[in-house]
């Protein structure tokens, strides 16, 4: 009789994190499957990143905000992107050595995705699609999501808005608790 309520306990945790952003098949930038699962419970700054673009230098101060919040539970995930302005042409062996020769990143790089239209990634229709609550096409590089430390999407910054504004610092400490 014991074993019942156990089971059915396992059941509800398994069908809790089903859905949620940890439980997406991801591509990492050096080829290796993998998802966000191994980022749970920490809050994450989701953001589709280009090589080419006018907001590349952004690189920088996403790497000084990994550097500044990482030790207390803030993980940056960069996610390339070709679809504005065929801005991110490379290969993901291209984009991992500008990213780290040119901006010195060390935060997690994924490899390209679609982060709008037909062959959006499911990871992005959970983070932007209609039944988020900050849905919304995503209109251009360097969009930035944040999601508190249970994956949900709580926050979203235009590309206009610097990863080390005070208003992204202040959305990153109060995710964090502070």
């Not at 019942?4 to 940890?22: C, D, Q, R, V």
């Not at 993901?92 to 390209?112: D, Q």
């Not at 999501?145 to 249970?150: A, E, Q, S, V, Y």
Request: aromatic residues 8%; proline residues 4%.
């Amino acid at each position: 009789m014991k074993r019942i309520p156990i089971l059915i306990a396992m059941t509800l945790a398994a069908n809790l994190s089903a859905g949620s952003i940890y439980s997406h098949q991801l591509v990492d930038i050096d080829g290796n499957k993998t998802s966000l699962k191994e980022h749970e419970g920490k809050v994450l700054l989701i953001v589709n990143v280009a090589s080419k673009c006018g907001f590349t230098g952004q690189y920088s101060g996403l790497e000084k905000l990994y550097q500044e919040f990482k030790d207390q539970g803030l993980v940056v995930c960069g996610f390339p992107c070709n679809q504005f302005g065929k801005q991110e042409p490379g290969t993901e062996k291209e984009i991992k050595e500008f990213c780290s020769l040119k901006y010195n990143v060390t935060f997690p790089m994924y490899a390209k995705v679609e982060v709008k239209g037909r062959d959006m990634h499911s990871l992005y229709e959970e983070l932007v699609g209609g039944k988020s609550p900050i849905n919304g096409s995503i209109k251009w590089n360097f969009t930035k999501i944040l999601t508190d430390r249970g994956g949900k999407p709580i926050k979203r910054f235009s590309p206009l808005t610097s990863p080390t504004s005070n208003k992204i610092r202040k959305a990153i400490k109060e995710a964090l608790g502070q």
